[in-house]
């Protein structure tokens, strides 16, 4: 999957890498991303092992099209 996407308009997207990809996927991971809606959703699935669909849609697109981490 890292050599081509699934979906063809993310094939021009500048992805981060190394150290920077790192950080930002720890951020989304612990929540603290400093956006309370995506923070509240990993906090919640961490604490209790599940979120919503809606949460659940809104934290994994944050990952790749605001974050850009392959």
Known sequence: ???RSIRS???E???VTGE???RRFQAWKNGQTGYPLVDAGMRELY???WMTQ?????VASF???YLRVN
């Open 54 to 58: 809606s949460i659940r849609m809104v």
């Open 20 to 22: 920077e990809e790192n």
């Open 13 to 15: 997207t500048e992805w």
């Open 9 to 11: 308009h993310y094939e």
């Open 47 to 49: 604490a209790t092992g």
């Open 1 to 3: 999957m890292r050599e």
């Open 63 to 65: 990952l790749t099209e």
